[in-house]
């Protein structure tokens, strides 16, 4: 069944001014406001800045976010790792790509213990790959994490920047099941990619959907303000059958309000993408 979840750390201000972390102080109270807004599921975060005290790190810890889960009835299906922004998969030596791929490892039995589904896998900013060079590192780092990820029962989400003509070659080059594509409509937005041309290349391989809104070339905006086509997504997600997941991952509003926003937002997705179709607005 379709959910409609929020990334984690988006219903209360952010800490330490980043617009995106886990949330050292409330990760625990947003089950609660998860709950409030109507949401269905949070999409963890992993990340650097809170790796010393993010719960997933221990068996006690997952018996927390389990006992929540169960009490809020918001359950935790995904992680997105965004520690590996900090700590590329791209552009690293043996001795460092060592490391980050048995971080990987483990954060991939972690996911298995909590009993997510998937794990979204970030090739944007630091992270992008730039060259051809780097797309065939890329492609060898993903054949060697793959089996890792079947036998844990984790699929790997990709999020890259990647025009979609090349993410369609990075894709068609590992047709693995477990492999599939995270849609983010607001940075497909900035960087000018078309919905149309994005479902001809890869629309079949889309396991996951970030919805954002954000302006040609600038920053995240309030849903439907910015340069997302919303309708040729929605016309795109129809012609692939799209049931996976939604999560929220829209521009922040004035602190406090934050449930209220996620309210409206979740709002805003039934009436694009799960209600019987009709002209968006």
């Given at each position: 069944?379709?959910c409609?979840?929020?990334?984690?750390?988006?219903?209360?201000?952010?800490?330490?001014?980043?617009?995106?972390?886990?949330?050292?102080?409330?990760?625990?109270?947003?089950f609660?406001?998860?709950?409030?807004?109507?949401?269905?599921s949070?999409?963890?975060?992993?990340?650097?800045?809170?790796?010393?005290?993010?719960?997933?790190?221990?068996?006690?810890?997952i018996?927390?976010?389990?006992?929540?889960?169960?009490?809020?009835?918001?359950?935790v299906?995904?992680?997105?790792?965004?520690?590996?922004?900090?700590?590329?998969?791209?552009?690293a030596?043996?001795?460092?790509?060592?490391?980050?791929?048995?971080?990987?490892?483990?954060?991939?039995?972690?996911?298995?213990?909590?009993?997510m589904?998937?794990?979204?896998?970030?090739?944007v900013?630091?992270?992008?790959?730039?060259?051809?060079?780097?797309?065939?590192?890329?492609?060898?780092?993903?054949?060697?994490?793959?089996?890792?990820?079947?036998?844990?029962?984790?699929?790997?989400h990709?999020?890259?920047?990647?025009?979609?003509?090349?993410?369609?070659?990075l894709?068609?080059?590992?047709?693995?099941?477990?492999?599939?594509?995270?849609?983010?409509?607001?940075?497909?937005?900035?960087?000018?990619y078309?919905?149309k041309?994005?479902?001809?290349?890869?629309?079949v391989?889309?396991?996951?959907?970030h919805?954002?809104?954000?302006?040609?070339g600038?920053?995240t905006?309030?849903?439907?303000?910015?340069?997302?086509?919303?309708?040729?997504?929605?016309?795109?997600?129809?012609?692939?059958?799209y049931?996976?997941?939604?999560?929220?991952?829209?521009?922040?509003?004035?602190?406090?309000?934050e449930?209220?926003?996620?309210?409206?937002?979740?709002?805003?997705?039934?009436?694009?993408?799960?209600?019987?179709r009709?002209?968006?607005?």
């Open positions: 069944m379709t409609i979840g929020i990334m984690e750390g988006r219903l209360f201000p952010p800490e330490a001014g980043r617009f995106q972390s886990f949330p050292r102080e409330h990760w625990a109270d947003e609660e406001q998860a709950a409030s807004a109507g949401l269905d949070i999409e963890w975060i992993y990340d650097q800045y809170a790796a010393d005290i993010n719960p997933l790190a221990t068996d006690d810890g018996e927390r976010i389990k006992t929540l889960s169960g009490k809020h009835g918001v359950q299906l995904s992680l997105c790792a965004d520690y590996f922004l900090d700590k590329p998969l791209v552009r030596t043996a001795s460092e790509m060592a490391d980050r791929l048995a971080t990987f490892e483990w954060l991939l039995g972690r996911c298995q213990k909590l009993g589904n998937r794990m979204v896998v970030p090739f900013d630091a992270s992008r790959i730039d060259t051809d060079e780097e797309l065939n590192c890329v492609c060898v780092t993903l054949t060697y994490l793959l089996p890792l990820a079947e036998k844990a029962g984790i699929e790997l990709l999020e890259t920047s990647l025009a979609p003509n090349s993410f369609s070659e894709l068609a080059r590992l047709p693995h099941p477990m492999l599939k594509a995270n849609y983010d409509s607001g940075n497909s937005s900035s960087l000018g078309k919905p041309e994005e479902f001809a290349a890869y629309g391989r889309i396991g996951s959907v919805i954002k809104d954000r302006i040609l600038g920053s905006v309030p849903l439907g303000s910015g340069d997302t086509d919303f309708q040729a997504l929605s016309e795109g997600l129809e012609s692939v059958a049931s996976g997941d939604f999560i929220l991952q829209a521009a922040r509003g004035v602190p406090g309000d449930v209220n926003l996620a309210r409206q937002n979740r709002e805003f997705v039934l009436k694009n993408f799960l209600s019987p009709s002209e968006l607005s």
